[in-house]
Every structure is written in C-alpha cells, then in structure tokens.
C-alpha cells in the first residue's frame, strides 16, 4: 500500500463536499502530503522562519547553507544556533529579523518552552500554539507548519496562509484576499480533514477565472 494511501478517506469526504472540491482533486492528483515526522519541534520551527514568505526553493537553499555551518551534524544544535555570529547567519540569507528569531527559538528550546517532539506529541494543537507563540518572532502560521508537518496533525487549517487564503478566495465569492476569519469559517465543513484541504488549496492553479469548472 502506497505511503500516502493514509489520505484516501479525506480526499474522499472534500470530493464530496462540493463540485469545486471535485474538480481541484481531479485537477492535482492523489494528495502527496509529505510530513518529516523525525524532527523535533526544535528544527520544525527553525526551518519554518528559514522559509517563512519565500518560495520553497529559497528557503530550501537558506536551509542548506545553515546546515553547511555545522557538517559533523545533522541539522544545527539550538547551543550551535545560540553561537553563531551574526555575520555567519546572515551569509545564509537569513535576515536580522529571522536571526533574532532562529535565535530565540533555540534559547526556547534550552529552556523548555519548545516542548521536545515526546511532549509536544500529546499537547493540544491550542496549548501548543498558545505556548509557542510567547516567542518574540513566532506567529501561529509558523506553529501551525510544525503541527502539520512534524506532529502529523491532520486537521490543521493555516487560515494566515497567503496559498491557503488565495485557494479559497478562487472558489467563493470573496475572490480578493478573503479575510482570515472567512478563510477558517470556511474550512468548518472540512472539519478532521483540514490538513488535506491546505495541502490541495496550496495546489489552485492560480490563472484568472475559475478553471475548475
């Protein structure tokens, strides 16, 4: 059985709940949502400010060289993070908003305020949030990335999300930028198949007018 066959009941309650939610499935293809269910909160977050309002394949490359510091590791310790200079990080391409960020979350995770993947496994997707986000820098969005794709969570919707926003604003009538409140009003009837639901949104093709119909 295929590794992604896990989402073959959600894929199945969106293509029922409308004909949009047919022709966007029909249009992407089974869902290949891919969570890195090893890393532990710590690197989750890291990577998300790495990526935060860049294109994949940048923040991919910001990532690449954060990790090029430190290759006798796996990914960057939160005490190498800690180190750093800030002249090093910012040769990454991280700028000084994001290097105070990555540097609090790695003071957050010495301290314990990042839960460890053991802990944060059976907190709340609320709690979680509502702790994290005390960290200077760290937004629900960024959170809500973490719940997804390292906690596997599977009924998170980031209605902060400007694919997720975009998605939705294409199939009702409020096609420019709905606000987040419409976007997580309208991620209800998707309730317990969130998660999918975000990962197709992301996958709209975005020309003008509706090409689902």
Request: charged fraction near 25%; glycine fraction near 8%; proline fraction near 6%.
């Amino acid at each position: 059985m295929s590794a992604f066959a896990r989402y073959d009941a959600s894929v199945a309650f969106l293509r029922d709940l409308d004909d949009d939610w047919v022709g966007l499935v029909a249009h992407v293809g089974p869902c290949l949502h891919d969570p890195k269910a090893a890393r532990e909160p710590y690197e989750a977050l890291v990577r998300a400010i790495g990526n935060q309002q860049l294109t994949a394949k940048a923040g991919g490359a910001i990532i690449a060289r954060l990790k090029a510091l430190y290759p006798g590791t796996t990914f960057p310790t939160p005490e190498n993070i800690m180190a750093a200079e800030f002249d090093a990080l910012r040769a990454c391409g991280f700028s000084a908003a994001k290097i105070a960020t990555i540097k609090a979350i790695a003071e957050g995770a010495l301290s314990g305020l990042i839960p460890p993947r053991n802990v944060a496994g059976i907190m709340d997707d609320d709690e979680l949030i509502a702790r994290v986000v005390t960290i200077k820098g760290i937004g629900r969005w960024s959170v809500e990335m973490l719940l997804m794709y390292s906690l596997e969570r599977i009924d998170i919707l980031p209605a902060d999300d400007f694919g997720v926003r975009e998605g939705i604003g294409r199939s009702s009538p409020y096609r420019n930028s709905p606000s987040r409140t419409h976007c997580a009003r309208s991620g209800k009837p998707g309730a317990s198949h969130r998660t999918v639901a975000a990962w197709y949104l992301w996958r709209m093709p975005r020309e003008r007018g509706n090409v689902l119909k």
